[in-house]
């Protein structure tokens, strides 16, 4: 199924292109890296438990501040060479890239849907 350029999806797919095709120009890159597993069940997995909390707040303080932000994992497809460049040891993960910057054209409070459309009980599709 094609995803048509007006709907959500649509809009989402055209920002993510834009920005997988303009990273070199983003003013700020973070790489968020979390510590690896070493024991024997997980050994080289990352932390990822608290990473993405942190990460959130970080995307909603530069909101307050006018910056945009996007949480990625593009930056995988190079991650050996990122890392390498970076200096990230290997007992670590970069796990999250987030580029930041101040946003182009329009930008203004996010659509949401309000909390009983993607509220279930117990079993998808079960409203509260």
């Not at 834009?18 to 069940?41: M, S, T, W």
């Not at 930056?75 to 670590?92: A, F």
């Amino acid at each position: 199924m094609e995803t048509q350029p007006d709907t959500p999806e649509g809009k989402s797919l055209r920002s993510a292109n834009y920005l997988a095709n303009h990273i070199g120009e983003v003013p700020v890159l973070i790489f968020a890296c979390v510590k690896r597993y070493n024991d024997k069940q997980r050994t080289g997995q990352p932390m990822v438990g608290s990473i993405y909390p942190a990460v959130q707040n970080l995307c909603i303080a530069a909101r307050a501040y006018g910056l945009g932000t996007s949480i990625t994992s593009m930056h995988g497809m190079s991650g050996k060479e990122i890392d390498e460049r970076l200096g990230v040891p290997p007992n670590y993960a970069n796990e999250v890239l987030v580029p930041m910057g101040y946003p182009k054209g329009r930008w203004g409070r996010p659509a949401r849907k309000p909390a009983a459309d993607v509220t279930f009980f117990e079993h998808w599709g079960d409203r509260a």
